[in-house]
Every structure is written in C-alpha cells, then in structure tokens.
C-alpha cells in the first residue's frame, strides 16, 4: 500500500515528491467535461489536482445525501486517479470559494441561535452527521487506501475569521473519527497574526497568497520556524486572478507577472496554483462579498485562470508551462474530449407569460400572520413572492419593509411601484391603493447569494426574505402568502395564461440542434434575472455587467428540440436572443 509522509519535504512511498496543482472544482464543470480539465492540467505539467467539496452541493435538504450525477465527486477523483494525478481534498464544512454562505448549507439557519465555524453543539452535530456520510465515500480513494488523495484540509482559512482552536481540533478529530488516515494541513493568510490564530499543533500550517510571493513565502517559514514546525514550505492558493462581482469590471491580471510569481514560489517549495480553471456558478450557487453592504458574485467564475471558463487555454497557461518546464518534465498528453463551439444564431420567442399570471402553477401559497423568511419556508435559493390583501382605496406617505434581504420589488395590483436593494432598503415607500377594495400588494424578494467570508458570515443578513415585516404607515400588515420560487422545477409554468408588460415574466425560446456543441447566451438588452436550457439552471444574467452572457455547454443541448426559459424580473427582454460561439461583455 502507498504512503504519503510529511517530514522536512513531502515523501511518497519514501521519495521525495515536489508538488504542483491546481485547482478544478468538479462541481463548476458538467461531468463530461471533467476529464478533458484534468487533461489539461497534466498537460501543464502538474502532478496533482485540488477540490473543495461545497456541503449544501451534498446536503442540500438535512439528511437528504446526493453524491451523484454532477455530484459524483468519487468519479472525479478516480478520473484523476485513471490520469496518474494526485489529489489534495478540501472536505471540511467550510470552504468560502465565492460560494453560495461558503458551502454551508442554507438549512442551518433555520436554528435561531446557530452560530457557524464554533463550538456550537447544533453546528458541530451537523457536521457529525454530515461527515458520517460523506467519508463512507472519502475513505476509500486516500493514498493509505490503495486512492489519490494524499492529504486533506483542517478547516479553511480560519485565522481570517477566529482563533477557536477548540473549534479547529473539533473538526480535525471528527475528520479522524469518520475515516481519516493521510495527513492534515490548514491553510491561512501568511501573515503572522492569521496563521496564529488559524493553525493547530500536528498540523501542517501552509500560506494562501498571490504576489510578493519570496516575501510571504519567506514570513511562513519564519513562523514555521518560530513554532519548531519541521516541513515543506506550500502555497496552498496561488491566487493568479480574481474573482467578478456584478457591477465591477472584469478582473484581468497580466500573465508574465502571474508567471514570475509562480516561478518565485517553485523555487522555495511547492504550489497550488488558485485557480487552474474557475468554471461557472451554475443555479443560484453563487456567493456574495460584504464591501459597504452585500455584493454579489458573477455567474462567471471565470478567474482569470489559465483555463477560461469555458476550458480554453488562456496566455497565463502558456505562460506557466514554460515556468513548470524548469521544474519537472512536461508529459505528452493526447486530449479526448472532442469540443466544439457554434453560433447558433438567433433564436425567436415563442412563448412568454407574465409571473403573476402563472404563479399558482409553479408554487402553493403557504399563509402566514407574519412575514417568514427563505429558511423557515425551507427554501435555500431563488425568490419568494409575498402576498396580501391590503385593503380599500386610501394612500400612505410611508411604508417601509423592516429587515429585507437581499432585493425587493413592490408591486401594487400587479403595477411595479419601487425596487430596494442594499443602499436603500427599507427607506419609506409611498404608496396609493386606487381600486376601492382588495389592493393587492406583491413583494418579490430575490436571495442574491449569501455571503461566503469574513465577519459578515455570521450576520444576520445571511437570512433572506422579509424578515421583519411590512409596515403601512408605522404598523406592521398582517396576514401573508408567502410563494416560494427556488427555481428548481420550471417544467409547471404555463404558457397560455396571459402576458402583462414591465413585470416578472417567464421567456421561452425554441430551436432545433442538428450538431450538440459550446455555445453562448447573449443576455444584453435583458435586465436581470436567470435562465434554464432544458431546464437546467444555467445561472444569473444582470445588465449592470462586467458579463452580458451565459455559458452553455453542449452536454446540456439534445440533438432535436431544445427549449430555452428565461425569467426576467424588470420587464426588459427581447423578441429574439443570440446564441454565439463567444462570449459578450459590457
């Protein structure tokens, strides 16, 4: 049997091993697509392959397990594995990533008193349970197995967030409890009170950085040093990009600079190159900064990688192959996957029916005195509809929504009055009810993605929905139906029911496909929203950019029919949309 030893360098079965990754998160890529980014990354000259597992990927729903199809990680490390790749895993419950709340799943918040990444019993018993399934899976591919895997994470980045080492032992001892065997390390900012706060005795301590790399390299070997901690120096996130926020410019980072930091890096030890290629944050998946208030990922988690999103060689990975050729021989490897891209040109509505018109067919109304949030419906993603009665004929000066996340649109008798979001929610809204009786008020609030790093990760903010109340005039409205849309299952939307301008609406689009191959939404001149190909989420479209487009790969067209939906909540759209074989920007 194989092993994997950590003494003043990394060992495998007793020779010394320098290892170059990168990371490819399997849950960013179709699974067809999986060997064909792994190809590519030995083609780079790497030796290994890094990969968080997201827990709300897997446990979407407490003790509903789901470890297949796209979530089939075990397919995806044994392809590695079929590719003499090693592996390094980042299993633990937190993961940050620009995911959706870092990985944790949504249903923790429906306990009014959690508090994430502690000691908490309700969290750490969460885990438990969670990890008793997902190491039944784990256990076996490690390197002490006979498997890949040659070491795992002890939590991520904690020293950014807190300094618990009770809570940091409690997860290192659940890990062992469940299965276990191959070394630990942790992974930190290289500054020296981040990696005080962040890293446990035993452990392997490792340095997450992206320039001035001999400089912070040279202060964890200082206090590796300073600590009497014999082992290798390791760039555990070789940050060579960074990542999008709707409303900002796209993030570009020159690539012989990228290179040359990555050169300074394999000089001292060994990389993790963060990332090898971003993907796509499929769904509702993805997350959201806290910069003066919430700020929301792209669907995009292009990266500036040496991969594209859409898995195209980008200069960096020309530029970072001449670099590794310095350290280890580059392997000829012959790609399998045969991928095209096609511009499918323009493709007409064909049918399109307004969301007030269709709501009842896509989701019961659950009633409530109160206004409850996403959490409590059960609801992890998408929007939910708030409905009341409000009356007879009259006018408010104020009314105001008290404690709402993440975007709310008011709508009176299905008439759209304002929109809040971030700078301004819950200022007062003047409102005119003008039908003598039964106005009929509509919220629509969408969960923009919940915040995945730093202090705001535990605010309260990560509950989405009204969560206050609506108040008329200064006293909270009573009696709600409350709609939740998560998106999941669009196959109910009717068509036929009618279509209203300016308000939410459903758009569908057919065509036939002769050849499946990549292709690209064009989503300029919609507002905001997201859109399914046969009825799959394929992610969010916003026009305040940086990105004025949805990536689609072949594997979710069908020779034949194909139908594309898109819900659009600002009543902007277009008779007809582009599918081409490149990408758009603002």
Known sequence: MSKFEIKEDFYVNDEKIKIISGALHYFRIVP??????????????????????????????????????????????????????????????????????????????????????????????????????????????????????????????????????????????????????????????????????????????????????????????????????????????????WFNNWGGEFKRRDAKDAANELDAILEEGHVNIYMFHGGTNFGFYNGCSYHDGQDPQTTTYDYDAPLTEWGAPAEKYHKFKEVISKYTTIPNVELSTNIKFKNYGKVNLSNKVSLFNTLDKIASPIHNDVTLNMEKLDQNFGYILYRSNIGNKRSFEKAKLADCDDRAQVFINQKHIVTQYKENMGENIPLTLDKETDNIMDVLVENLGRINYGASLVSPKQRKGIKGGVMLDIHFHAGWDHYSLDMEDISNVDFSLGYEEKVPAFYEYTFNVDEKADTFLHTKNFGKGCAFVNGFNIGRFWNIGPTNYLYIPSTLLKEGENKIVIFETEGEYQDSIVLSDTPAYL
């Not at 397990?65 to 990680?73: C, E, L, T, V």
């Not at 990444?117 to 039944?136: C, H, I, M, Q, W």
């Not at 899976?137 to 890949?148: D, F, K, R, V, Y």
């Not at 795992?152 to 009770?166: A, L």
Request: hydrophobic share 40%; glycine share 8%; with cysteine.
């Open 32 to 241: 067809e697509y999986w060997r064909d980014r792994l190809e590519k990354l030995k083609s780079l000259g790497c030796n290994c392959v890094e990969t968080y597992i997201p827990w709300n990927f897997h446990e979407a729903r407490q003790g509903e397990f789901n470890f297949s199809g796209d979530r089939d990680f075990v397919k995806f490390i044994k392809t590695a594995e079929e590719l003499g790749l090693y592996v390094i895993l980042r299993p633990t419950p937190y993961i940050c990533a620009e995911w959706e709340f870092g990985g944790l799943p949504a249903w923790l918040l429906k306990d009014d008193s959690m508090r994430v990444r502690s000691t908490y019993p309700g969290f750490l018993n969460a885990v438990d349970a969670y990890f008793a399934e997902l190491f039944k899976h784990i256990a076996p591919l490690q390197i002490t197995n006979g498997g890949p895997i040659l070491m795992m994470q002890v939590e991520n980045e904690y020293g950014s967030f807190g300094n618990d080492k009770k809570y940091l032992n409690a997860i290192k001892d659940l890990m062992i409890k469940h299965g276990t065997t191959v070394p630990l390390f942790t992974s930190d900012g290289a500054w020296r009170e981040a990696l005080n706060a962040g890293t446990i005795k035993d452990i392997l301590p490792t340095a997450n950085f992206g320039s001035r790399s001999k400089e912070q390299i040279g202060d964890l070997k200082k206090f590796m040093e300073d600590n009497n901690i014999e082992g290798p120096l390791m760039c555990m996130e070789f940050w060579i990009g």
